[in-house]
DNA sequence: AATCCTCGCAACCGCAGGCGC
DNA sequence: TGCGCCTGCGGTTGCGAGGAT
């Protein structure tokens, strides 16, 4: 028995989204709030697919969206957070403020991408290009910081590793465990650069006979990624807001702040 | 002025995980 | 425990705008 379809496509509406289907989406959103997509459309009088309720609201209409162009600020962030994430567009965009992730995504594509290959970086691995395999194909890595742990690319995982960081107070406290990769050899200068972001991430090894998921996202726990062997942990930010980034106080919470799924999302106008 | 090409963004699609029954 | 539904994610596609020829 296959998977029903999400939506009876013969009766629905595709291809771009007009003025009046956008009323009518936003307006029954505030009237009803968000969820239940697959019923909203009939609901809602519109002949389009739930999913694709779901992203026009999620990536278009929603009022905590910071449309314009992106600041240098997001710029090193999203690269950043891409060196450590890779290509968790939802994970990365829950660290951007009115940011979405098919946003960041896109931009990611067509901008960054773009301009860290005309800097000499690999924009998948984050080094530089002459770096990334000699004439025999070999990897030459140098672990670099604790915050650029690529295992995916990485020779062999570290049996420990755990990088640790106090909330979002740029405090140089972290811990690092760790049997290859550790954070010698980095200057001081390095190690600032590195103190610059805090994500309260800490990467572990996956207890050996544990099945653990691709994925798992739990709102009541952290957030858990399995790379290799190693799992990614990022921690619930339950008192993490960038909003410092727009000018708020450094490691405030801002109530508006957090999305229901743990993360943030953007509420206050950047004038307010 | 017309056509072609490129780029950027919005939207679509398939898949996987969570959750309720 | 298994099954099916719902939601969310990430890759891909299609189209419109603007620039080049």
């Known amino acids: 028995m296959g998977r029903l379809p999400c939506c009876e496509k013969a009766h629905t509406n595709k291809g771009a989204w007009t003025k009046e289907e956008d009323d009518r989406l936003i307006h029954y959103i505030r009237v009803h709030g968000e969820g239940s997509w697959r019923s909203l459309p009939k609901a809602a009088g519109l002949l389009r697919c739930g999913k694709s309720c779901r992203l026009r609201w999620m990536n278009y209409l929603r009022p905590d969206l910071k449309r314009g162009n992106f600041s240098e600020d997001e710029d090193q962030l999203i690269i950043k957070l891409h060196s450590l994430l890779g290509n968790k567009w939802s994970l990365i965009a829950g660290r951007l403020p009115g940011r979405t992730d098919n946003e960041i995504k896109n931009y990611w594509n067509t901008h960054i991408k773009r301009k860290l290959v005309s800097e000499g970086i690999d924009p998948q691995t984050h080094r530089p290009l002459n770096e ?32 640790t960081a106090p909330p979002l107070g740029f405090a140089k406290s972290e811990s690092i465990e760790a049997g290859n990769c550790t954070s010698s050899g980095m200057t001081t200068d390095e190690e600032e ?52 980034q727009l000018g708020f106080q450094r490691s405030e919470i801002c109530r508006n702040c957090e999305h229901k799924n743990g993360l943030f999302r953007y509420s206050r106008g950047l004038s307010s």
């Open 132 to 163: 990334t395999s000699d004439k025999n194909g070999t990897a030459k890595h140098k672990p670099t910081a604790p915050t650029d742990l690529d295992f995916r690319n990485a020779p062999t995982v570290p049996k420990t590793v755990s990088v």
């Open 193 to 244: 650069q590195q103190h610059e972001l805090n994500l309260e991430l800490s990467i572990g090894i996956s207890s050996a006979g544990s099945v653990e998921s691709k994925r798992k996202v739990d709102s009541n726990s952290d957030y858990r990624w399995l790379v290799g062997e190693a799992t990614v942990v990022v921690a619930k930010p339950t008192a993490v807001c960038l909003c410092w």
